[in-house]
């Protein structure tokens, strides 16, 4: 069973950066794609915002909302998924998830169904 663990998330003011880290366990790494999605409070009814993904063979996809401001990556040595966020504006407070789909190793989309497998989150709180 996959297992994944996001941390790096907390407060910052407007203009400030964060890096955002998902240890992932319990499958082999980079068989299947990774992404991180976004969930803003309060609107949990809603579908979960794709913000960014990585294939397994490497091949990135972002948000439109968040080009230039967002870069995913990965260290497949500690089995770690990375979003690095530059530029934070009050719109990025939101609950930050990455999430796993194993089955599939096209390019990765950003569409909340295609994915099977989900951490807990890690809040990420921008102030003006």
């Known amino acids: 069973q996959a297992q994944l663990v996001e941390s790096g998330g907390g407060s910052v003011q407007t203009g400030g950066s964060l890096t955002l880290s998902c240890v992932v366990s319990?499958?082999?790494?980079?068989?299947?794609?990774l992404a991180w999605f976004r969930q803003v409070p309060g609107k949990e009814r809603d579908p979960r915002d794709g913000?960014?993904?990585?294939?397994?063979?490497?091949?990135?996809n972002y948000g439109d909302s968040v080009k230039g401001r967002f870069t995913i990556s990965q260290d497949g040595a500690k089995n770690t998924l990375y979003l690095r966020i530059d530029d934070l504006q009050p719109e990025d407070t939101a609950m930050y998830y990455c999430a796993a789909d194993l089955l599939y190793g096209g390019l990765c989309v950003l569409t909340a169904g295609n994915y099977a497998h989900w951490g807990q989150g890690t809040q990420v709180t921008v102030s003006s």
């Open positions: 913000v960014a993904c990585i294939s397994r063979d490497g091949r990135k």
């Open positions: 319990g499958y082999r790494y980079n068989t299947g794609n």
